[in-house]
T-cell receptor
Framework: TQLLEQSPQFLSIQEGENLTVYCNSS?????LQWYRQEPGEGPVLLVT?????EVKKLKRLTFQFGDARKDSSLHITAAQPGDTGLYLC????????????FGAGTRLAVHP | GAGVSQTPSNKVTEKGKYVELRCDPI?????LYWYRQSLGQGPEFLIY????????DSGLPNDRFFAVRPEGSVSTLKIQRTERGDSAVYLC????????????FGQGTRLTVV
């Protein structure tokens, strides 16, 4: 069974601080995705990383895929209150189609 | 709207009752997925449709759960003899095709079994 462990589970920081969320597995994934979910809404895709060692940037968010394609990180620089939400990583096993394996999520609160 | 639509948004039912949850995918998306998200957890895969057929139903927890997609568009998730442990948010997602890695999620149906 493939599992994804996310840490930390909760994160409460002040506006302007930096933070990193980790997503780890003992299994290899063909790609890994990061989603953000607001209360009462479905997850919204932020990024997909495919190649081991790949780094992608989305404004103040930096996503990295581990060299062995087993882990990933999300780094937010100078967090804003608008970044508050649930961040989910999801692994896509080989074999195609979106049978995503999600981590439990990191609930981020950024205080003004 | 152009997104994935799920109805109802909220459903409260008594233990033992039958419920149906509906998903309208994005027009033209041939792949449709159902996930279940329990409180404090990430979504868990239930079933995947490619067109009208269930290509992978390995995530359905037991035979009380069933899903259909008769015309390859709208899908209905059916739960018989509901139990309190079935309480969760049921999410539907669609993608352009089997090989598309981008899935678009609906807002979910929050099911509460009392």
């Amino acid at each position: 069974t493939q599992l994804l462990e996310q840490s930390p589970q909760f994160l409460s920081i002040q506006e302007g601080e930096n933070l990193t969320v980790y997503c780890n597995s003992s299994s290899v994934f063909s790609s890994l995705q990061w989603y953000r979910q607001e209360p009462g809404e479905g997850p919204v895709l932020l990024v997909t990383v495919v190649t081991g060692g790949e780094v992608k940037k989305l404004k103040r968010l930096t996503f990295q895929f581990g060299d062995a394609r087993k882990d990933s990180s999300l780094h937010i620089t100078a967090a804003q209150p608008g970044d508050t939400g649930l961040y989910l990583c999801a692994g896509l096993p080989s074999g195609g189609y979106n049978k995503l394996i999600f981590g439990a999520g990191t609930r981020l609160a950024v205080h003004p | 709207g152009a997104g994935v639509s799920q109805t109802p948004s909220n459903k409260v039912t008594e233990k033992g009752k039958y419920v149906e949850l509906r998903c309208d995918p994005i027009s033209g998306h041939t792949a449709l997925y159902w996930y279940r998200q329990s409180l404090g957890q990430g979504p868990e895969f239930l079933i995947y449709f490619q067109g009208t057929g269930a290509a992978d139903d390995s995530g359905l927890p037991n035979d009380r759960f069933f899903a259909v997609r008769p015309e390859g568009s709208v899908s209905t998730l059916k739960i018989q003899r509901t139990e309190r442990g079935d309480s969760a948010v049921y999410l539907c997602a669609s993608s352009l095709g089997r090989d598309s890695t981008e899935a678009f999620f609906g807002q979910g149906t929050r099911l509460t079994v009392v």
